[in-house]
């Protein structure tokens, strides 16, 4: 009876927790790849089943930086750093222990006018909807 309650504890506990789960590449990624009109101020975002992740960012994709090194971070703000009318690429791999998973190289562009630019994008509540807020601007006229 007892080697019974030891075999199901085993199977129970011990076993599925040593069990190697599959990891797989990020997703939903935030802006979406291949979006155009991307505000120069957007935050990126992605999700992944893993312990943590790396993000790299450039112009070329051959030639990315790295800007995170395996972060338990799924959200990141450039502050100000990109340029207008321009290609960019960015990739997230995904770590777990020691193995990793390059992930897919997703692109976007960015919008060619600072006029009504978007100022914040918020993906935190996961549900990949932006938080979107846009300036635009108004002019008052004085008359004498």
Known sequence: MIKRIILC???????????SIALERAYNPWPPDGSRGVSIYTDFAWDHDGESSSLYLGTNPE?????LYRSTATRFDLYNSLRLNQRYYWR????????T?????????????????VVGCNVADKVGFPFIVFFVPLLFLRSK
């Open 9 to 19: 504890f085993i199977l129970l506990f011990i076993y599925p927790a040593t069990r």
């Open 63 to 67: 030639n990315l930086q790295r800007l």
């Open 92 to 99: 997230v791999d995904v770590h777990n222990g020691n193995t």
């Open 101 to 117: 998973v390059q992930g897919k190289l997703w692109s976007f562009r960015t919008r060619s006018s600072s006029v009504g630019v």
